[in-house]
């Protein structure tokens, strides 16, 4: 059969290079020789060959990628073709993606992607194949970077090398659909993989991003792994939560081992909004000493914030500001809270009529699709906004890479600074009201 595996791109999306490519090169390994796999990403450009000879075409996506996730399966299938969905948010919402396709492969696609090459082949494709556990660690394959070949070669720089996340945050989607555990690849396969990246000359400025939600969560694994790497000689960067800091051992095995930069869900500086998140056992303060340590060890911190907790007002938008300068973060990305299906969120502002969007391709943690409590919509999304143009300018990004200290070269200076860089954003002309000073 020939294979036509698509990740549709985001409407209207702020970020240019969003991209899911990297799942659907899993279900290329998973794929026997006797079939033609061929790849197309619109995130990166891609144009859909809807005229593709295709015998089945599989379309992964994300909850703001399903409206043109829709709009494809449903002109392949006016043009004869058999569809198949799969990916977050077709899992999540199987009765609405249904009448879109012929079939919807539900949870990790390890475990049903043969079952469903089978039957298509047989020309007897079932409505739904639904995996009824989570895929063992063994059962992950290497991704088949082959079908990429004479493309985007920073997406054959991202390595797995656990899956799964042990947190249960209120507006992440990942818990629900990996679980709560946490699966680990045999450190051997993945050392071995990144060698063989390296030795092809695949890795752009011999840099690596290691795709994990949580690189760091099990310790013990972390500093095996990094021990293991740093003979290699590459350089990477990686998730991880705010406990990396607590363990010295760990934070100075991942610097030998290439670590430059770490982005951590920090997602707010208030108490209850963290209590809100179900990360209540961080705080400013704990945030304020893992990035002295990581600086300290000369690896650059990322904060990954989210505005719109029911306990956010219009002041968390200078607070955030003010603190991501005064201790010198190299970057951050700013977040509105974006209720995605199969979240605690979602749940809580469906229950309460608080969902003022219901299209999905605004669900890019960009527009504000629902009502908060204590500002209005034009609120969120401006001061969010506002702040981002602040980071984003040039004083601002030269100040904070030079005040962490964290570089060792020019190269590394630019990469930090093109990250920071973005188009400036609408404001509306507000600005978000700066707190006024603690009465002594």
Request: proline share 5%.
């Amino acid at each position: 059969m020939n294979i036509y595996l698509i990740a549709p791109g985001w409407k209207g999306k702020q970020y240019t290079r969003i991209s899911i490519t990297s799942s659907l090169l899993y279900l290329a390994a998973l794929t026997p020789d006797a079939h033609s796999v061929r790849v197309d990403d619109e995130s990166f450009g891609d144009a859909i060959d809807f005229s593709h000879d295709a015998d089945l075409v599989a379309i992964s996506c994300s909850t703001p990628q399903a409206p043109r996730g829709y709009e494809i399966a449903d002109e392949f299938r006016r043009r004869g073709k058999k569809v198949v969905m799969g990916g977050m948010h077709p899992s999540l919402m199987l009765e609405e993606a249904l009448p879109h396709c012929d079939s919807v492969g539900v949870g990790e696609g390890e475990l049903i992607w043969k079952d469903i090459l089978r039957d298509a082949e047989a020309g007897n494709l079932k409505p739904v194949y639904k995996a009824d556990r989570l895929a063992d660690s063994a059962e992950i394959p290497r991704p088949d970077r082959s079908v990429m070949k004479g493309k985007r070669r920073e997406l054959l720089c991202q390595v797995q090398t656990t899956r799964g996340c042990p947190f249960n945050c209120s507006f992440c989607s990942v818990t629900r659909f990996f679980g709560r555990s946490y699966r680990q690849r045999l450190i051997e396969d993945v050392i071995d993989e990144i060698s063989e990246l390296k030795k092809s000359k695949m890795l752009l400025n011999n840099f690596l991003f290691l795709t994990d939600d949580n690189i760091m969560a099990d310790k013990d694994y972390a500093k095996r792994f990094f021990t293991a790497l740093a003979p290699i000689g590459i350089k990477w960067e990686g998730q991880a939560s705010i406990s990396v800091a607590d363990d010295d051992e760990l934070m100075r095995l991942a610097r030998q081992s290439g670590c430059q930069a770490i982005s951590i869900g920090m997602e707010s500086l208030s108490p209850e909004s963290l209590k809100d998140a179900n990360k209540q056992m961080n705080s400013k303060e704990r945030f304020e000493r893992a990035i002295k340590k990581l600086h300290a060890n000369k690896i650059a911190v990322f904060g990954l914030f989210i505005f719109g907790f029911d306990s956010d007002d219009e002041h968390c938008f200078m607070d955030t500001l003010q603190f991501i300068e005064d201790n010198k973060m190299e970057g951050a990305l700013l977040n509105s809270l974006t209720p995605l299906p199969g979240t605690k969120v979602y749940e809580q502002f469906e229950k309460e009529g608080r969902i003022a969007v219901t299209d999905w391709g605004r669900y890019d943690f960009f527009n504000v699709v629902f009502n908060p409590k204590n500002m209005t919509r034009e609120q969120l999304f401006y001061g969010r906004n506002y702040i981002l143009n602040k980071l984003h300018e040039f004083p601002s990004i030269l100040r904070r890479i030079i005040g962490a200290k964290t570089f060792s070269s020019l190269s590394l200076v630019k990469y930090f600074s093109a990250r920071n860089s973005i188009k400036t954003l609408p404001t509306g002309g507000y600005v978000p009201p700066k707190r006024p000073p603690a009465r002594p």
